[in-house]
Nanobody, 113 residues
Framework: QVRLVESGGGLVQAGGSLRLSCAASGQFTSLNTMAWYRRAPGKQREVVATITPGGTPDYADAVKGRFTISRDNSEATVYLQMNSLKPEDTAVYSC???????WGQGTQVTVSS
């Protein structure tokens, strides 16, 4: 099993930036594909970005060019750099480990207009 703990959420004005972190413990290895998801109020959870063990990223169309996912395998941490934030980015952001189907508790991101 893998335990995931997110941090870095908060309140930011439109156009601002935040950096989310997801610290993994347990059986996490560099071979795990990791992802960030988000769930906005009244909406279904959606994938934001994924990163393969080799570091290849993939992004939802809504965040391409604004968000960057990265990983530090030595620190067992995955990051989500979010720039040019918009009010529609407001959501609870959660980290996900595909191999173990494990979720973090989530961190709230609120973008004010």
């Amino acid at each position: 099993q893998v335990r995931l703990v997110e941090s870095g959420g908060g309140l930011v004005q439109a156009g601002g930036s935040l950096r989310l972190s997801c610290a993994a413990s347990g059986q996490f290895t560099s071979l795990n594909t990791m992802a960030w998801y988000r769930r906005a109020p009244g909406k279904q959870r959606e994938v934001v970005a994924t990163i393969t063990p080799g570091g290849t990223p993939d992004y939802a169309d809504a965040v391409k060019g604004r968000f960057t996912i990265s990983r530090d395998n030595s620190e067992a941490t995955v990051y989500l750099q979010m720039n040019s934030l918009k009010p529609e980015d407001t959501a609870v952001y959660s980290c996900y480990c595909r191999k173990y189907n494990s979720w973090g508790q989530g961190t709230q991101v609120t973008v004010s207009s």
